[in-house]
């Protein structure tokens, strides 16, 4: 049955009305918006029923295929939109004969549907690109951590754009190739884009460059951020931070402003400690031979001891050192050994990397005495586990201290001053 013959037939009720003494202008309202709530429901069953089969379809497909690229298909709503393409189609050729009365209406409706597959278009395109970006984030490692977003984000931009354009010309009946009017659409595409155009170039860069993936621990004090990035698009990066809060960042900030990124950390062999005692000046002291004989007892430090005195009274014996008084030739220090206590200990510890540098060093005094600094490097580098080996063996250095007979400097308290009076 041809179009004619179907504009002849979709009249019968108009004909009917008017048989009946109704005016043809009514009779003809009536019968075409009989005709189109007949057609909407029509095309809806088509569009429910089409949805299914194909649906059923991906998943009889999906159980014999190897690959996964359908379910995300399924996932990303493909089917829905693919489904959407007969009812439209079905209208579209039903437009003429529903408005066969109303030509002037006819010509609003066809660019209604005009526009109507245009979006239709996109959303099936940005379908497509969501299945590509989940399937080869979940198949392929490589990609689970890239900003895969951001790249969907300007496809998606310009399909919009392209769009828009299409829409505008169906709408209008005008050509949109002249120069000036593509000059003045990219001027205005400019400025509102400003930002997403900056964001893409800085998606680029941090894709490029490698300086943020999806997973790392970034420090961003400028915005309050620290955590782990959870999404890089075009206009921001996400970031929750470990009160589970979220940050989001400006895109183009991670080029133009300094943060820090702690994968390095993470992919190292240990991850570092370093933190300071401050010893009070006035505890150190040169050390008396009965005080070296004391000291022998703590067995981490008697080796290391009983090797140095020797050394250091062969050295007083050749120099003809008056030992009468201790300043004289060379002596051990009770801040020395204390240093080397800590050393011992942390070759001793199973929780320090013993592969990479370890350090115990004094730094400049100051007005809360000598810092001495412990720089090591421990195995786990799980927060909380790290924070309780640093914990550790700060708590054990602390308590050794007076074992030296040295002094931890800290300000006085009330406590303190109340004791004085």
């Given at each position: 049955?041809?179009?004619?013959q179907?504009?002849?037939?979709?009249?019968?009720?108009?004909?009917?009305?008017?048989?009946?003494?109704?005016?043809?202008?009514?009779a003809?309202?009536?019968?075409?918006?009989?005709?189109?709530?007949?057609?909407?429901?029509?095309?809806?069953?088509?569009?429910?029923?089409?949805r299914?089969?194909?649906?059923?379809?991906f998943?009889?497909f999906?159980?014999?295929?190897?690959?996964?690229?359908?379910?995300?298909?399924?996932?990303?709503?493909?089917?829905?939109?693919?489904a959407h393409?007969?009812?439209?189609?079905?209208?579209w050729?039903?437009?003429?004969?529903?408005?066969?009365d109303f030509?002037?209406?006819?010509?609003?409706?066809?660019?209604l549907?005009?526009?109507?597959?245009?979006?239709?278009?996109?959303?099936?395109?940005?379908?497509?690109?969501?299945?590509?970006?989940?399937y080869?984030?979940?198949?392929?490692?490589?990609f689970?951590?890239?900003?895969?977003?951001?790249?969907?984000?300007?496809m998606?931009?310009f399909?919009?754009?392209?769009?828009?354009?299409?829409?505008v010309?169906?709408?209008?009946?005008?050509?949109?190739?002249?120069?000036?009017?593509?000059?003045a659409?990219?001027?205005?595409?400019?400025?509102?884009?400003?930002?997403?155009?900056?964001?893409?170039?800085?998606?680029i860069?941090?894709?490029?460059?490698?300086?943020?993936?999806?997973?790392?621990?970034?420090?961003?004090?400028?915005?309050?951020?620290d955590?782990?990035?959870?999404?890089i698009?075009?206009?921001?990066?996400?970031?929750?931070?470990?009160?589970?809060?979220?940050?989001?960042?400006?895109?183009?900030?991670?080029?133009?402003?300094?943060?820090?990124?702690?994968?390095?950390?993470?992919?190292?062999?240990?991850?570092?400690?370093?933190?300071?005692?401050?010893?009070?000046?006035?505890?150190?002291?040169?050390?008396s031979?009965?005080?070296?004989?004391?000291?022998k007892?703590?067995?981490?430090?008697?080796p290391?001891?009983?090797?140095?005195q020797?050394?250091?009274?062969?050295?007083n014996?050749r120099?003809?050192?008056?030992?009468s008084?201790?300043?004289?030739?060379?002596?051990?220090?009770?801040?020395?050994?204390?240093r080397?206590?800590i050393?011992?200990?942390?070759?001793?510890?199973?929780?320090?990397?013993k592969?990479?540098?370890?350090?115990?060093r004094?730094?400049?005094?100051?007005?809360?005495?000598i810092?001495?600094?412990?720089?090591?490097?421990?195995?786990?580098?799980?927060w909380?586990?790290?924070?309780?080996?640093?914990?550790?063996?700060f708590?054990?250095?602390?308590?050794?201290?007076?074992?030296?007979?040295?002094?931890?400097?800290?300000?006085?308290?009330?406590?303190?001053?109340?004791?004085l009076?």
């Amino acid at each position: 049955m041809n179009r004619e013959q179907l504009i002849e037939y979709a009249g019968w009720l108009r004909d009917l009305l008017i048989e009946q003494g109704m005016g043809p202008f009514w009779a003809s309202i009536i019968n075409t918006v009989a005709l189109i709530i007949v057609t909407t429901f029509i095309a809806v069953l088509i569009d429910i029923i089409i949805r299914k089969i194909i649906v059923q379809l991906f998943k009889a497909f999906s159980n014999r295929s190897k690959t996964t690229f359908d379910d995300y298909l399924v996932k990303s709503n493909f089917p829905r939109y693919l489904a959407h393409a007969f009812p439209l189609a079905l209208v579209w050729y039903l437009i003429p004969v529903i408005f066969a009365d109303f030509r002037a209406v006819e010509r609003h409706v066809e660019t209604l549907a005009e526009a109507y597959l245009v979006i239709l278009c996109i959303l099936v395109f940005r379908s497509i690109l969501r299945t590509i970006t989940n399937y080869l984030r979940a198949t392929n490692p490589k990609f689970a951590d890239k900003p895969l977003e951001s790249y969907v984000q300007v496809m998606m931009i310009f399909a919009w754009g392209a769009g828009i354009f299409f829409i505008v010309n169906a709408i209008f009946q005008y050509s949109i190739a002249s120069i000036a009017t593509l000059s003045a659409v990219s001027a205005v595409i400019l400025l509102i884009f400003k930002d997403t155009i900056l964001g893409f170039v800085a998606s680029i860069q941090v894709s490029v460059n490698d300086t943020v993936r999806i997973g790392d621990w970034i420090t961003f004090s400028k915005f309050g951020a620290d955590g782990l990035v959870t999404e890089i698009n075009l206009a921001a990066v996400r970031v929750q931070n470990w009160d589970n809060t979220y940050t989001t960042i400006p895109t183009y900030s991670l080029i133009a402003d300094s943060f820090q990124n702690w994968r390095g950390m993470q992919e190292s062999d240990g991850r570092r400690i370093k933190r300071s005692i401050h010893i009070k000046q006035s505890s150190v002291k040169f050390l008396s031979p009965e005080e070296i004989e004391n000291f022998k007892a703590i067995t981490l430090v008697k080796p290391f001891i009983e090797h140095r005195q020797r050394d250091i009274d062969k050295y007083n014996a050749r120099v003809e050192a008056d030992k009468s008084i201790l300043i004289n030739g060379r002596n051990q220090t009770n801040l020395g050994i204390f240093r080397k206590y800590i050393d011992a200990y942390l070759h001793e510890s199973p929780a320090i990397n013993k592969d990479m540098y370890m350090m115990v060093r004094h730094l400049n005094p100051t007005d809360k005495g000598i810092p001495v600094e412990i720089m090591c490097w421990s195995y786990d580098k799980v927060w909380q586990n790290y924070e309780a080996i640093q914990a550790d063996l700060f708590d054990h250095f602390i308590s050794a201290a007076k074992y030296f007979d040295l002094e931890i400097f800290e300000l006085p308290t009330g406590k303190d001053i109340a004791a004085l009076n």
